[in-house]
């Protein structure tokens, strides 16, 4: 495992608009006492050789956290894929492993069996299942793909899931903790979670 992890960059993913926060920076509200990127970086940092945040705006404060961060290359927010091209492009490493900012219930255990799924497969991209749905923000990228991705993103597209099927690409099962994927967009869901959370 730790030959596989050292090929591979973390990144998180905080670089949306978060319109239904009323347009606050997501990954800087505070789930129960800490911001709520810190959640990722704390389970992404120790699998991973690197770890990047991907961010559009508040650079100083996302600096803080002590690691690079990096914009899209429009600056129009469009969507996460724009982000993933980025720092597939940043990278040095030969996998990507990404993260979005606004699930706090995420684990480094968690990360680690999207990332056991590499030993010996034939796959170029994962992305994370919770048995009924994808959750394609939970994604383990080949960057040779990165060409692919950048085709696509010219052309217009924007969903994940259509350009991941385009590829060799392995549904990480996760039905047994469907919890880790809750994630936060609005002030009601903060509210519903961290309630949760800290009972």
């Not at 490493?93 to 799924?117: F, H, K, N, W």
Request: glycine residues 8%.
């Amino acid at each position: 495992m730790m030959e596989i992890q050292a090929t591979i960059t973390g990144m998180v993913l905080a670089g949306g608009r978060a319109r239904r926060m009323g347009g606050g920076d997501k990954g800087l509200i505070e789930f129960a006492g800490k911001p709520l990127i810190s959640y990722a970086l704390s389970a992404l940092s120790p699998i991973v050789t690197q770890v990047l945040i991907n961010a559009n705006r508040n650079h100083d404060l996302y600096a803080s956290f002590g690691y690079p961060v990096v914009s899209d290359h429009s600056a129009d927010f469009d969507g996460p894929l724009s982000g993933i091209l980025s720092c597939m492009e940043y990278s040095t490493s030969q996998y990507l492993l990404t993260v979005p900012c606004d699930c706090p219930l995420i684990t480094e255990r968690s990360l680690a069996r999207m990332i056991g799924q590499m030993k010996n497969s034939d796959f170029n991209c994962f992305v994370a299942s919770d048995g009924d749905r994808l959750h394609p923000v939970f994604l383990l990228l080949d960057c040779d793909l990165a060409e692919s991705l950048r085709i696509y993103l010219q052309q217009g597209g924007r969903k994940i899931d259509t350009w991941l099927y385009q590829h060799r690409l392995c549904e990480v099962d996760f039905s047994d903790q469907p919890e880790i994927f809750r994630n936060i967009n609005t002030p009601e869901e903060l509210a519903v979670l961290e309630n949760e959370y800290l009972d």
